[in-house]
């Protein structure tokens, strides 16, 4: 019964039912999968024919009167809602928070009472430059948002997998998007930040340097998102039952660790499977693999805020974890995907003023303006005050208060008390123990426009996220920032960017000028407050000082045709289980093909559709017989040349040499002989590496 009801109605009568189509249709058909209702209107009239508008005659025009045909128009013709006005592209799944320990020492919050409690919570990630039907992989910031359905309401992290910001200042913020978003004359680029508009406000704006230190590496193009951190970037208040506060950043670590791809991969995969960070979260959670990410938390007081040379207000700023070590206090698990896209991750609105009692918000002017505009951007988008009544933002707390009316009201209140207090003793009252109650920090100062003195150091954490960076690192963000001012025409401002780099590392505004073909060096810009030079590096800044060490959760490219040694394949496979990873067969064929023990292989991709950028690493197991036939396919060829040029792991049984030749691949150790199936579960152990950057210099991958 469940399976019909899930059934979208209009699927009921296909073209294909010839009965329906006669006219002779009973009230059920019969289908393979057992019968299904009469599809009807949405006034839930019966209809009779679906595929035909009511005319006066068979080439006859069409009549008003078809009340069926104006409606499924009408509806269809308002399907769309205004996107996003960022992070307009996203993605998200259901799980739940699980609470390790009681934080009742620091937060009176109920969701951080009891260890082992489990709340509901719906996560959205996404993009923010590129509108809704834009590619995956742009280099961007990711949004990280949680919901979390707690027990004293909806309680919204609105983070990113970045912990600091463009700005300082909301204010800025319309113009911080407008810079970054398709120019508005000739409506491009498209979800890229590579374009005059957005290096002319950055250069214009110091404040940003660190965030893009951040946003030209590689943490812009993850892998997936579930191997990237979230942040809820602020620092925010956690207040106990005696209202004591002590200061909060939050951290979300993924489980799997972390993982990004080349620039070079990103670009390719963009056009080979725009969806792929989607896919790979469907797919994961499709199989059971279910993501997980630990909240960690670094906790402060003020006499420790004071301490540092930088605003703990300052939202361009973070503490380095190696001065303040996160406690971890719980774990994020997404194990299911909504059942429809729009009801769910499309209306989902998120908003950071969503916080239960016992969190509260810091002064940091970048979050005072964001309460606005959270709940403004739904009235927008959603159309109605109401938007708390579609399912996916109602809380699942119990929930009474006197706001009625208004567009699409769902939830409609009984009784005659719509007011309080009231003399009918109906309806909720409020509880000054239970209810939410603001820090009492005095405040006082002139009523003025200002920026603190104490925002002003720009450029130290913009270097020491720089110096904490390994040297593939490093590389890759002057080859970023080198192919981004290439793509700005206007040249004073490639020469601004790089008068902030020198502000940064000297060293990396050398790369950078040099990869530009600067004729002479800018002067180092103003700066308000000198660099730190001897700012510490932080190592836990780096992805891959930090990697993960194995290969679970990602996926292995498996090249097969007629003829593939059938021992060796099914030895890589259980490796692969063994070591919680997943893999593809790519065929010439997708139908599959013929292994050396007559055995089929069923094939998941035909070549041209497959190509590397889509695995972590590769394995090529063609027979011999069918090589002829391989090297004339220039995509098989491509499927090679890319995964060394990204620097993947290679395994190849002695028949593909020839391929390897024809690829241009020079012999190196990620480069792996396969000669038989005791070899298979050596090779998945040296997966855990996910790269050998040690090519890097020679492929010079840009
Ligand atoms: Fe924002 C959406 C994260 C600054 C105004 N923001 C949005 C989303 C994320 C963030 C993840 C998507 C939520 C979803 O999936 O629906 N935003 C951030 C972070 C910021 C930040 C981490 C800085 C620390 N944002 C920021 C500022 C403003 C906004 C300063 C405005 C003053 N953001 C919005 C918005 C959006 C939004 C216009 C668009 C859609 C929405 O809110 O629901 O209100």
Redesign the pocket.
Known sequence: MAKQASKPAGTAATIHDQKLLRGEGGELHQTAAGPTPVLTTAQGGPVSDDQNSLKIGARGPTVLEDFHFREKIFHFDHERIPE????AR?Y?AHGYFETYESLAKYTRADIFQRAGEKTPAFV???T?AGNKGSFDLARD?R???VKLYTQEGNWDI???NIPV?F?QD??K??DMVHAVKEEPDRAFPQAQSAHDNFWDFISLTPESMHMIMWVMSDRAIPRSFRFMEG????TFRLLNAKDESTFVKFHWKPKLGLQSVAWNEAVKINGADPDFHRRDLWESIQAGNFPEWELQLQLFDQAFADSFDFDVLD?TKLIPEEILPPIAVGRLVLDRMPDNFFAETEQ?????QNVPPGVDFSNDP??Q??N???L???IK?LGSTNFTHIPINAPKCPFHHFQQDGHMAMRNPVGRANYQPNSWDEGPRESPSKGFRSFTEVEAGPKARLRSETFADHYSQARQFYISQDPVEQGHIAAALTFELSKVQTPVIRERIVSHLLNIDDGLARKVADGLGLKAMPNPADAAVPTRRDVAASDALSILKNGPGRFEGRKLGILVTEGTDAALLNALKQALAKAGASFEIIAPKVGGAKASDGSWIEAHQMIAGAPSVLYDAVALLPGKAAMADLLRESTARDFVADAFAHCKFIGFVEAAAPLLTKAGVAEDEAVIALTSAKDASGFVARLGDLRFWAREPKVKLG
Not at 231 to 234: C, R
Not at 348 to 352: G, L
């Open positions: 996003r006005v960022v992070h996203g998200g959205r990630f996404s923010v910031v949004g990280f948002a609105v983070g990113n910001f700005i909301a204010i913020f319309p942040f809820g970037v602020h939202a989902v609105a998120f908003m950071t970048l979050l303006g964001r606005f505009s959270y403004d951007t739904q988008r």
